[in-house]
């Protein structure tokens, strides 16, 4: 997934190469035919995220998940037009620490501080979190001594409602 401009940039610089390397493979030897067929399979996922990026960010595609809360996180940073440096402006951390976060899926961010992202992010914000273990943290979040208050009121299931 494509998470920044400078990510963009990259990835179309890296199909224009491709593209480039494709015309000039011949397709004599067998090799030769394994090669175009791996740039073709790159091509062909930098294209969809390429696209999903600009979807993104010019609002065309709005869609969220509880299956994939991390993804869906990032995908509304996007959509709603803040930069990484600037989210990190407003919830008060460098703006590499938003890059690792994202690097990381959020996968070692405490429960707080993503419910503090998304609601930064989203113009209206509802997070009813019911989980049939109380126990249990929706996956990547884990549980910590932080985040465990959060999770008393828990019961049944876990679901996100984001309008932006």
Known sequence: MIKNESQLTRAKQEMEELLDAL??????????????????CRLKDLSSEIEEF????NRQHLSFTNENLPKSIIALRIASGYTQKELADKIGVPEQQIQRYEQQEYGKVKFERVVQIIRVL????????????????????????????ATRIAKERASLMLII
């Open 122 to 149: 989203a113009k209206k914000c509802e997070l009813n979190f019911q989980l049939s273990d109380p126990g249990q943290i929706p996956a990547p979040f884990k549980q910590t001594e932080e985040s465990a208050r």
């Open 54 to 57: 600009e979807k993104l960010r």
């Open 23 to 40: 015309y000039q493979i011949k397709e004599e030897e067998l090799t030769d035919r394994m090669q175009k067929a791996a740039y073709c």
